[in-house]
Structure formats: C-alpha cells, structure tokens
C-alpha cells in the first residue's frame, strides 16, 4: 500500500511538471510572437516612412526677383543754422514672383514718391549706425507694401546709402 500512495504521488508530481511545463511553452510562444510583432510593425512604419521621404522631395526654391527703384537724392531734415546734408540712396526692391514685379512696374511713381517724401524727414541722427538703417530699411518696405497692396514686397534692399 505504500508502494501504491507513492506511485500515486509520483503520478501527481509528474502531472503537476507537465502543467507547469506547458505553461512555460505558452509564454514563451507568446512572448516570441510578441517580439516578433513589435519588430514585424517597426520595420513596417519606419522602412514606409523613408520612402515617403525619399519620393516626395520638395521642387527646389524658386529665385527672388529684384525691382530696381531709381536712385535717389533727398536732402534731410536740419535745425536753423545747421548746414543741409543729402542722402543718395540706390534701393532695390525683392519680391518672390515675376508676376509681382510685373504688378509693382506701373506703381513706382508711387513708390518713388513715398521715399522721397519720407526720407526727406529724416535726420541724419535717424541714420546712425546699423540700427538706423535697420529701421529706415523696415519702414521703407512697410511702406512699399501699403502702396502696392495687394502685392508684397519681400524686402527693401540697399545697394548704395550715402549721407553727404
């Protein structure tokens, strides 16, 4: 009878090893597949996306055009008594398109005579250092762009800036 209570608990051991030894495979299968997933979708989203990349590169960036403005000579604002000092300026005005040029051509009148009539209140303290033509170059291209609305200017560009 002994003989038969320890077969019986061998048999209830082994039985318990199995279990256990399936639960160990069923882990160890799930865990493979889940790395094997994780991989599988990693590769899937990354090597797509590169592609993309590569197929969809951008056209390269058109040239700025430039406006030339005729040069002018204004004299600057001056106390009584102090002697009167000019200021030669050459502009040159930077747009994205031809069609905005071809816009702009019939307003340079205009253009021409918003700087004169703004740079004739200057002074030639205004213009001092490169903060001051940092300010007149952003005042001239806000004021450029309200006299050729609906067109934009890009910028107001100097090529020569003299004060005498």
Request: no cysteine.
């Amino acid at each position: 009878m002994a003989e038969n209570e320890q077969a019986e608990g061998a048999g209830e051991g082994a039985v318990a090893s199995t279990k256990g030894n399936k639960l160990k495979l069923i882990i160890l299968v799930v865990g493979v597949l889940a790395v094997i997933g994780i991989g599988a979708a990693g590769y899937f989203f990354f090597s797509h996306h590169s592609e993309k990349e590569e197929h969809a590169e951008a056209p390269p960036p058109k040239p700025p055009v430039f406006i030339e403005v005729p040069d002018m000579l204004v004299n600057l604002s001056a106390a009584p008594g102090e002697r009167v000092q000019y200021l030669r300026v050459k502009v040159v005005l930077e747009v994205k398109e031809d069609k905005q040029a071809e816009a702009i051509k019939p307003s340079m009148p205009r253009v021409t005579d918003i700087f004169q009539t703004y740079m004739r209140e200057l002074r030639a303290s205004d213009l001092t250092g490169s903060a001051g033509l940092f300010r007149l170059k952003e005042e001239l291209t806000r004021r450029v762009n309200l006299a050729v609305a609906p067109t934009q200017v890009s910028a107001v560009l100097f090529k020569e800036i003299v004060v005498q």
